[in-house]
């Protein structure tokens, strides 16, 4: 008899409902079978923290006086987007300060960025504002120079157009002599190591394969509050190959989300200084899965043995949008330390947290446990693999 | 024997003193360099491991103070910040020495001072500046 949301709900009321991680599910399953164990259990809850540099924040400061209309805002020097209403702005996760040395000095530190800006207001560190204005009738202030704090503004919304990639790239260095360094980390020659970037069988939309419970509205865990699915994320692209078990092959669906800033963790949101690459925000991200029928429970119940990544040299292939890979390795095999490509036993290092996902998959079901989060019905889905949706290229069109 | 490492300030003075010699003649101590830094009118950093009695080591160090070398454990001078460590295991594959490992199946990174050599490697793989090192 399949359940519903509503059900649920009033079980997270009564103190009855019955919540594991998408760990713990996979043993549950395994023995006592799907169809015990989608009666047995109401929710399975999944964690990721990793890397994602779609990310940033809308900030409203609140007018000053006299009013002023901001045209350029830098925070701790970090450039902020200004072209929104007078008072509002847009940190972006990437952006780096206005002096940055950038790569001339490669590789560059990317010691701070827009993803520290937003771990320092999370954190609750004074943030240094510098706006300039070309000054209106109404907004008549120049140039306003203050500190600000996350406690004064009027709302912070971390804001992210993509996240929770639905599987993701494992990295190497095939044709490179020198030591690369890309937003997959540090690539040593040679098939020196792999790096990859995903929690696996914890991974929100790897035990959700088909979108049928997460979409557009979706309640969540979001940097330590409270946060929703707002849409499909940038370069959603749910119509890839797929394995028998209905998991994409290579990166597929991806989530855009937002939440209250006010609410967040410093130990969920953390800027992160790639070498010779850039600043990124580590966000992380818990999806509750309702367990409405047999086949979203078996679809929980899939493990690191059976999620399979391609591997992509990032030396050429990637660079040059050269399709294929190296072939596919699973994450029980990413996870061991070492994978075989080619005939080569290659070290592999991950970039994405499991140990932190674990967390994040951990305190979530506390939350639901204690009546303190209650799931939602989403309002709309996003698109599944019949929309026939693809990431595609950039049609450039030259001008001359 | 028991073998320890640490790390060696020299003054700008003393560059030119073969100290390490010193160490092997005068107090049989087994040395290998592990790291260092040394260039003219510069003060110099040597990371080293020492091999010896403790009775040896112990006079050797009393030596350094003599001379006026700096010298403390490498241990005090690398460290892991567990609490900046997001436990993403980037270093893991990056340190030869096997200092940083994972533990499984938690997937939470450890380290073990005592198998660092202080080489740098980790520095620029953590993207969350976890590892610190103070010479």
């Known amino acids: 008899m399949p359940k519903t949301i509503r059900e649920i709900n009033e079980k997270i009321r009564k103190g009855q409902v019955v919540v594991v991680d998408a760990e713990e599910i996979i043993d549950i399953v395994a023995e006592r079978g799907p169809e015990r164990a989608a009666r047995e259990v109401d929710v399975v809850t999944t964690g990721t923290f990793g890397p994602m540099c779609s990310s940033g924040a809308f900030l409203n400061t609140g007018h000053t006086k006299p009013r002023s209309k901001f045209t350029r805002v830098t925070l701790n020097g970090v450039t902020a987007y200004a072209g929104l209403a007078a008072v509002d702005i847009y940190i972006g996760a990437t952006e780096l300060p206005v002096d940055d040395p950038e790569n001339?000095?490669?590789?560059?530190?990317?010691?701070?960025?827009?993803?520290?800006?937003?771990?320092?207001?999370?954190?609750?560190?004074?943030?240094?504002?510098?706006?300039t204005a070309y000054g209106t009738d109404c907004y008549p202030l120049k140039e306003v120079h203050s500190w600000i704090n996350l406690k004064t503004l009027n709302q912070a919304v971390l804001t992210n157009p993509r996240n929770a990639y639905q599987n993701y790239n494992v990295a190497v260095n095939r044709d490179s002599k020198r030591v690369l360094y890309t937003y997959m980390g540090v690539l040593q020659p040679n098939l020196g190591n792999a790096n990859y970037c995903s929690a696996g069988q914890l991974s929100p939309l790897l035990n959700d394969p088909f979108y049928k419970t997460i979409g557009i509205g979706t309640r969540i865990f979001l940097g330590g509050g409270i946060g929703y699915v707002w849409w499909q994320g940038t370069q959603h692209a749910p119509a890839v190959k797929r394995a028998e078990n209905g998991v994409p092959l290579v990166p597929a669906g991806t989530l855009a989300v937002c939440g209250d800033l006010k609410q967040m963790d410093r130990a969920w949101l953390r800027g992160a200084s790639l070498v010779g690459y850039g600043v990124s925000l580590a966000v992380g991200?818990?999806?509750?899965?309702?367990?409405?029928?047999?086949?979203?429970?078996?679809?929980?119940?899939?493990?690191?043995?059976?999620?399979?990544?391609?591997?992509?040299?990032?030396?050429?292939?990637?660079?040059?949008?050269?399709?294929?890979?190296?072939?596919w390795v699973t994450y029980r095999e990413l996870k061991s330390g070492k994978i075989n490509i080619k005939g080569k036993e290659v070290p592999t290092a991950g970039l994405s947290s499991y140990a932190k996902a674990k967390e994040i998959a951990t305190i979530l079901k506390e939350w639901i446990r204690k009546g303190q989060f209650f799931l939602t019905e989403p309002v709309a889905p996003i698109p599944g693999p019949e929309s026939g949706q693809t990431f595609n290229p950039f049609p450039m069109r030259p001008v001359t | 024997m028991p073998s320890r490492k640490f790390v060696l300030t020299f003054p700008r003075s003393l560059v030119g003193e073969p100290i390490i010699y010193r160490l092997v003649k005068d107090h049989d101590l087994v040395v290998n360099i592990l790291r260092a830094s040394v260039s003219p009118d510069e003060a110099g950093h040597l990371v080293l491991e020492i091999t010896g009695t403790e009775p040896r080591i112990q006079a050797g160090l009393e030596y350094l103070d003599r001379v006026g070398v700096g010298w403390q454990p490498l241990s005090k001078d690398v460290?892991?910040?567990?609490?900046?460590?997001?436990?993403?295991?980037?270093?893991?594959?990056?340190?030869?020495?096997?200092?940083?490992?994972?533990?499984?199946?938690?997937?939470?990174?450890?380290?073990?001072?005592?198998?660092?050599?202080?080489?740098?490697?980790?520095?620029?793989?953590?993207?969350?500046?976890?590892?610190?090192?103070?010479?």
């Open chain 1, 285 to 327: 991200v818990g999806i509750p899965i309702p367990i409405l029928d047999v086949d979203i429970v078996k679809h929980c119940a899939v493990s690191d043995a059976d999620l399979l990544a391609p591997v992509v040299d990032y030396s050429t292939d990637y660079p040059q949008c050269i399709p294929g890979n190296l072939g």
């Open chain 2, 79 to 135: 460290t892991w910040r567990e609490d900046l460590c997001t436990h993403c295991t980037a270093c893991v594959s990056a340190c030869p020495t096997g200092a940083l490992t994972v533990e499984r199946p938690s997937m939470r990174v450890r380290f073990d001072e005592e198998k660092c050599i202080a080489c740098e490697l980790c520095l620029p793989v953590c993207s969350y500046k976890a590892v610190e090192l103070h010479f």
């Open chain 1, 104 to 131: 001339r000095i490669f590789p560059g530190r990317f010691r701070y960025g827009g993803g520290h800006v937003i771990e320092d207001l999370v954190a609750g560190k004074d943030i240094e504002l510098h706006a």
